[in-house]
C-alpha cells in the first residue's frame, strides 16, 4: 500500500511575542497561512518492520533527527509496534527559512500514517501529541488561516485570506531561531504588531489594511543583522506589492500582490537581482490532507 501527502509551507501574517514561560518555550500571538509550497512524503508498507526515511537532499538528515522519524516512531511504538514503513521525502520548502518546513513535514507524517495504518485518529488527537514534537506541527497539522496562541497549540480558525498572489523568496543565507529569540529576549522595548487587526482585516476580507497592519516582532532583530532581508523588500514594493514583509525568524521574504502580472515582474526582479536563489510565485491555500 502507497499513501502520498503532501506538506505546505507557511508564512506569518503576525508574528508577536508575549512572554516566555518557565520551560524557555515563548508564548506568541501569531496568524499564521498555508502557501502552495510543499513538499512531497510517500508512505509505503515496509516488511522489515523498521522505519526507513529516504530523501531527495543531503542537506535533510534520514534517521532519529528527522521530525517525520519521531513522528514515525511515536505512532509505531503508541499504536502499531509490529509494523513497519518507508518514506520518501520530496523536499521543496526552502531549509531553515523560516517556513515551518520540518513541522509541514512532521504533519504530513501524521496524516499519512494515519492513513498508512488505518489509526483513526482525529486532527485534535495529532495535534495533541505534536505539540510535543514542535510548537509548529499543531497548526501544520491543521493548515489555512488560523490564529496561533500559547506556544503554537492554541488555534482558532479564521476565514480564508484575502485572494490575491505571493512572491517568495529566501536568500542564500541561514538564520539561527534561537539567536533571534535570545536577542529579542535582551531587548528593553520592542514594538508589537496589531495582531487583532491583523485578524480584523482578515475578517473583513480587507487586504489592503491587512497588509497595511502585517507586523513581525523578529524582523527588526533578523534585518538589523541581514541587510539583504531589506534590499528584497524594496524590490518587492518597488515592483507593486501592497506590501512585503519578512516570515517567522528569517530569512524569507513575502510579497502580497493584488495583481498577478505585477507579481510575476516582481519575480523577475528578483531573480535578475541575485539576492534569493529560492523563489517563488504562489497563492495562499487551506489544505486538506
Same mark, same amino acid.
Given at each position: 500500500? *502507497?499513501?502520498?501527502?503532501?506538506?505546505?509551507?507557511?508564512?506569518?501574517?503576525?508574528?508577536?511575542?508575549?512572554?516566555?514561560?518557565?520551560?524557555?518555550?515563548?508564548?506568541?500571538?501569531?496568524?499564521?497561512?498555508?502557501?502552495?509550497?510543499?513538499?512531497?512524503?510517500?508512505?509505503?508498507?515496509?516488511?522489515? &518492520?523498521?522505519?526507513?526515511?529516504?530523501?531527495?537532499?543531503?542537506?535533510?538528515?534520514?534517521?532519529?533527527?528527522?521530525?517525520?522519524? *519521531?513522528?514515525? !516512531?511515536?505512532?509505531?511504538?503508541?499504536?502499531?509496534?509490529?509494523?513497519?514503513?518507508?518514506?520518501?521525502?520530496?523536499?521543496?520548502?526552502?531549509? !531553515?527559512?523560516? %517556513?515551518?518546513?520540518?513541522? !509541514?513535514?512532521?504533519? /504530513? /507524517?501524521?496524516?499519512?500514517?494515519?492513513?498508512?495504518?488505518?489509526? &483513526?485518529?482525529?486532527?485534535?488527537? @495529532?495535534?495533541? %501529541?505534536?505539540?510535543?514534537?514542535?510548537?509548529?506541527?499543531?497548526? +501544520?497539522? %491543521?493548515?489555512?488561516?488560523?490564529?496561533?496562541?500559547?506556544?503554537?497549540?492554541?488555534?482558532?480558525?479564521?476565514?480564508? %485570506?484575502?485572494?490575491?498572489?505571493? =512572491? #517568495?523568496?529566501?536568500?542564500?543565507?541561514?538564520?539561527?531561531?534561537?539567536? =533571534?529569540?535570545?536577542?529579542?529576549?535582551?531587548?528593553?522595548?520592542?514594538?508589537?504588531?496589531?495582531?487583532?487587526?491583523?485578524?480584523?482585516?482578515?475578517?473583513?476580507?480587507?487586504?489592503?489594511?491587512? +497588509?497595511?497592519?502585517? $507586523?513581525?516582532?523578529?524582523?527588526?532583530?533578523?534585518?538589523?543583522?541581514?541587510?539583504?532581508? $531589506?534590499?528584497?523588500?524594496?524590490?518587492?514594493?518597488?515592483?507593486?506589492?501592497?506590501?512585503?514583509?519578512?516570515?517567522?525568524?528569517?530569512?524569507?521574504?513575502?510579497?502580497?500582490?493584488?495583481?498577478?502580472?505585477?507579481? !510575476?515582474? /516582481? #519575480?523577475?526582479?528578483?531573480?535578475?537581482? &541575485?539576492?534569493?536563489?529560492?523563489?517563488?510565485?504562489?497563492?495562499?491555500?487551506?489544505?486538506? @490532507?
Amino acid at each position: 500500500m *502507497k499513501i502520498v501527502k503532501k506538506a505546505y509551507g507557511k508564512l506569518n501574517l503576525g508574528l508577536d511575542v508575549t512572554g516566555k514561560r518557565d520551560d524557555g518555550y515563548h508564548l506568541v500571538r501569531m496568524i499564521m497561512q498555508t502557501v502552495d509550497i510543499y513538499d512531497d512524503l510517500v508512505f509505503e508498507d515496509n516488511e522489515s &518492520g523498521q522505519i526507513e526515511l529516504f530523501a531527495n537532499s543531503p542537506q535533510i538528515p534520514t534517521d532519529e533527527r528527522n521530525l517525520i522519524w *519521531k513522528v514515525a !516512531a511515536l505512532l509505531k511504538e503508541k499504536y502499531s509496534p509490529d509494523r513497519g514503513v518507508k518514506i520518501t521525502l520530496t523536499k521543496r520548502i526552502p531549509v !531553515a527559512a523560516g %517556513m515551518a518546513g520540518g513541522s !509541514a513535514d512532521a504533519a /504530513a /507524517a501524521f496524516h499519512g500514517l494515519n492513513d498508512l495504518w488505518n489509526l &483513526g485518529l482525529t486532527r485534535a488527537q @495529532m495535534c495533541e %501529541m505534536a505539540v510535543k514534537l514542535g510548537a509548529d506541527i499543531p497548526y +501544520c497539522i %491543521m493548515g489555512g488561516t488560523m490564529l496561533s496562541e500559547g506556544i503554537g497549540e492554541i488555534l482558532t480558525p479564521l476565514k480564508d %485570506m484575502p485572494e490575491c498572489s505571493i =512572491v #517568495v523568496a529566501k536568500p542564500a543565507i541561514g538564520v539561527s531561531t534561537a539567536w =533571534v529569540y535570545n536577542e529579542l529576549d535582551s531587548r528593553e522595548s520592542v514594538e508589537h504588531p496589531d495582531i487583532d487587526g491583523v485578524k480584523e482585516a482578515i475578517e473583513n476580507g480587507d487586504l489592503g489594511r491587512m +497588509c497595511a497592519l502585517i $507586523g513581525n516582532v523578529l524582523e527588526t532583530v533578523t534585518k538589523e543583522k541581514h541587510s539583504v532581508i $531589506g534590499d528584497i523588500e524594496r524590490i518587492l514594493e518597488d515592483e507593486g506589492a501592497v506590501r512585503a514583509f519578512m516570515t517567522g525568524s528569517g530569512p524569507t521574504v513575502f510579497g502580497i500582490f493584488d495583481d498577478d502580472t505585477k507579481a !510575476a515582474k /516582481a #519575480v523577475e526582479a528578483v531573480k535578475k537581482s &541575485g539576492l534569493a536563489p529560492e523563489l517563488f510565485l504562489t497563492k495562499p491555500v487551506d489544505p486538506k @490532507m
